[in-house]
Structure formats: structure tokens, C-alpha cells
């Protein structure tokens, strides 16, 4: 297993819209391994493949306390959302430290494969309906700070490009062999 890269908005490939999983191979086995590897470490409770610059239509969520009840949700496509409404704080692991609520579906049904490429639906409520909503968003080439107002998401992107100067300056320092 490996750590993979996690893409940090605004970078322009969180928007690229992700195809379908048609291999269910050892590619995509490994693939599902490096991502939990990396939600796990960052630390996170969901990963889309989009997230780690492979432009899949993939899902990993695990919200169990013990991080051990990983789920894969392969190709997934909700199939209906309740009417009733709810505003969950949300992160994310490609914009780390802002949080912000959004407002979503209380509940959901998703059909997917798993990542042996069998059909299974799941319903889902709370913080996992949240995790399912947010994480297919990313399928999409969305990212959760595109649901805030347009000053929000202006100040967020400053940020995290003013972050992203500032880790690029480390790394060549690093480079040099200069201590920072």
C-alpha cells in the first residue's frame, strides 16, 4: 500500500468529471487500498478517487469510530433523496482546516458496486448520507466550499493558495539544504 497524493482546491482537476470503473482488477483492488491507506492517515471519514487524481468514479467512506467497517461504493448513483433537509459542518481532506455548513438531503438511497464489481443499495442517514452526497460530489468535479456564498469561497481559495506558496517555499528550502 501507498499514501497517495490528495489534491488541494482550487486545484483545477478537483473539477474533472470522473467515467465509470470498468476494471474490477488487481488495479482497482490496489487503487482501493492506497486511497483507505491515505483517508486514514490524513485523517478522514471519506475519499473520492477524483481527490487522488485518478478520475474514477469511486468512493471510500468509513465513519465507524474503530476505522474498520470500510466501505466501496464503485460507479454509485443515488437513486433518491428525502425531502427533508439537514446542515452538517462539512471538511475535506483536498481543503484541510475549513469547515463550513451545508445543507443536504437528510437521507438517501445509492446504488453502487462493490469493488468486486457485485450490485448492491444501501439507505443511509446522518452523517453517512452527508459523507455519501459530499464524496459523490466530487464525481462531478464539485467540491463542498462551491455550496458557500461567493465571498466565502474567495477567501478560502486565498488561503489555501497562500498555504500552497508556503509549502512550495518549504520544499525548496528543504531542497537547498537551508533549515526554515
Known amino acids: 500500500?501507498?499514501?497517495?497524493?490528495?489534491?488541494?482546491?482550487?486545484?483545477?482537476?478537483?473539477?474533472?468529471?470522473?467515467?465509470?470503473?470498468?476494471?474490477?482488477?488487481?488495479?482497482?483492488?490496489?487503487?482501493?487500498?492506497?486511497?483507505?491507506?491515505?483517508?486514514?492517515?490524513?485523517?478522514?471519514?471519506?475519499?473520492?478517487?477524483?481527490?487522488?487524481?485518478?478520475?474514477?468514479?469511486?468512493?471510500?467512506?468509513?465513519?465507524?469510530?474503530?476505522?474498520?467497517?470500510?466501505?466501496?461504493?464503485v460507479n454509485?448513483?443515488?437513486?433518491?433523496?428525502?425531502?427533508?433537509?439537514?446542515?452538517?459542518?462539512?471538511?475535506?481532506?483536498?481543503?484541510?482546516?475549513?469547515?463550513?455548513?451545508?445543507?443536504r438531503a437528510a437521507r438517501v438511497k445509492v446504488r453502487a458496486l462493490d469493488q468486486h464489481g457485485k450490485a448492491y443499495e444501501l439507505e443511509a442517514d446522518g452523517l453517512l448520507a452527508v459523507c455519501i452526497q459530499h464524496e459523490m460530489d466530487h464525481l462531478l468535479g464539485k467540491v463542498f466550499v462551491q455550496y458557500l456564498s461567493p465571498l466565502k469561497r474567495n477567501r478560502i481559495k486565498a488561503k489555501m493558495l497562500k498555504e500552497e506558496r508556503g509549502l512550495e517555499r518549504e520544499a525548496a528550502l528543504r531542497a537547498a539544504g537551508r533549515r526554515y
Not at 470503473?21 to 491507506?37: C, H, I, N, P, Q
Not at 477524483?50 to 469510530?65: N, R, W, Y
Not at 433518491?80 to 451545508?102: F, N
Open 1 to 73: 500500500m501507498a499514501l497517495l497524493n490528495i489534491l488541494r482546491y482550487p486545484d483545477a482537476r478537483l473539477h474533472k468529471v470522473a467515467k465509470p470503473v470498468t476494471d474490477f482488477g488487481e488495479r482497482l483492488a490496489k487503487l482501493v487500498a492506497d486511497m483507505a491507506e491515505t483517508m486514514y492517515d490524513a485523517p478522514g471519514v471519506g475519499l473520492a478517487a477524483s481527490q487522488v487524481d485518478v478520475h474514477e468514479q469511486l468512493v471510500i467512506i468509513d465513519i465507524s469510530d474503530t476505522k474498520d467497517a470500510l466501505q466501496v461504493l
Open 76 to 103: 454509485p448513483e443515488i437513486t433518491w433523496y428525502s425531502d427533508d433537509k439537514q446542515v452538517y459542518d462539512e471538511g475535506c481532506l483536498s481543503v484541510p482546516g475549513i469547515y463550513d455548513g451545508v445543507e
